[in-house]
DNA sequence: TCCGGGCGTTGCGTCATGCGCAACGCGCAT
DNA sequence: ATGCGCGTTGCGCATGACGCAACGCCCGGA
């Protein structure tokens, strides 16, 4: 709604793409020199963006910094980290935490077994949103309205022979998962990687979040994966209930027993 | 130099403090309601900001997937990564890789021995950039009225008895580093906390990052983790030697993961 | 049930502000 | 030495961002 501010915020994704410079940037923004330069020179100035020293700009560190602030200051984050690493401990697998926000779908925390090496690269990444067990809890949940909106809008890329084809697939899937209260992901986005997930409820019941414990079928097959789903909703439940109980929302109604 | 891309990206750290509503970012903008809104709505459009169910604005999920990509993209991490990896395992000992960037130095890259739990949330944070040993190292490599223009508008926390007490001592401290080719860290950020570091070069031979290895004395004794400084230099001898070969920047590399 | 206050939202008239232009300085390659 | 490509600057004009005031809505108290 803001001509100059959109223009300026236009640019962060362009540079995520690679550093460029300042003729790159007015061109792909359809603007004059000038006035890319001046918007730059703000992002600048707020440190979102970086000039490196052949002059071109690249994405700044003060981007990391509102990431990492924004991640910490997700309570959900910090009520759901022990209880994750617990069954992460308990399990040897993959445990993920996402939430749902604006049509994308995105961990936001993590714990893995082996490999601590590529662990960061996922957080904050969005996930398949069509095959993702967590995706499906969480969407599952919208109104209907919404839901059929978004499953309208999304695309569905075949990753493999088992994902979700459309949008009908998709709501029957959505459908499924919300009666049961949980989900899975049997080799929808790689074939060989399950996951077995479940949701994560506020105070009022709706659903605030989704966990998952995932591992490669060369570790476990997917009926030793489908034997932790107990294990998985009771974690879950207990991150619920941790959440319920000191999410004092100002004044709500229903407040469970305590 | 804009006044309103300005005005925009300053609701991006009052929000990190925690979500807020339009009257508090007006306020705190010093704006009427009506710009706040405006400008809210423009971020929110670039899913740099959130309105969550309570109306109340936190930062989004975009800022994660721009973060994201803009670190994937660091060549040097990317370089790095391998020779970090293979010293991790050789130490069993945390590594980092670490740059500067507009006064500020952050970790851009991180292998954790033992706990892989708490791992992610450091990578992205700035770090102690008057005590931390990669922090010495690239400030060391400014040229001098930069580097004593930095020093001097730097805070000098005491986080130890050790920690640098003030600009003085820690322009010192850089001289040293600058003619060793190494610095170190023991006990100035964290009392049990040793580091050793040494910088990584580009093919001109200005620093261009800088990797350390921690540990705790509990584990390890600040003797025997200097024993580990020729390893150390040697491994960002290669790295340096790796980046500066191949430096020509690979044009429209879209290397796609997964 | 009605009323009042607090919140987000809207349309509008004004003028500050962001715009493109054109000219300049600089480095580099010819 | 010379021209080209790049980032940078100052400026006059009109666009677009601003604050105002009024509205709708939800909630809580009377």
Redesign the interface.
Known sequence: ??Q???R???I??L????PADLGQVADRLGVHKSTAL??L???H????V?RQ?DQRY????????????????LDVREIAHPHL?ALNERTGHTVHLAVH??G?V?YID???SRY??R???R????VAITVAAVAKLLLADLPEPERRALAAKLDYPRYTPRSTPDAAAFLQELATVREQGWATDLGGHEESINCVAAPIRGADGRVVAAMSVSAPNVVVTAEELLALLPLVRRTAEAISHDYSGTTP?KEAGATDDE
């Open positions: 709604m803001s100059t501010v959109d300026a915020l236009s962060l994704p540079l995520a793409q690679g001046r918007l020179r703000t992002l100035e707020h440190g979102l970086y020293q690249r994405l700044g560190a003060r981007l990391f910094a509102l990431a990492q602030e924004a991640v910490e200051n690493a926000e604006d994308e995105l993590k714990v893995e601590p090496v662990m960061y690269s957080i904050g990444k969005p929302p």
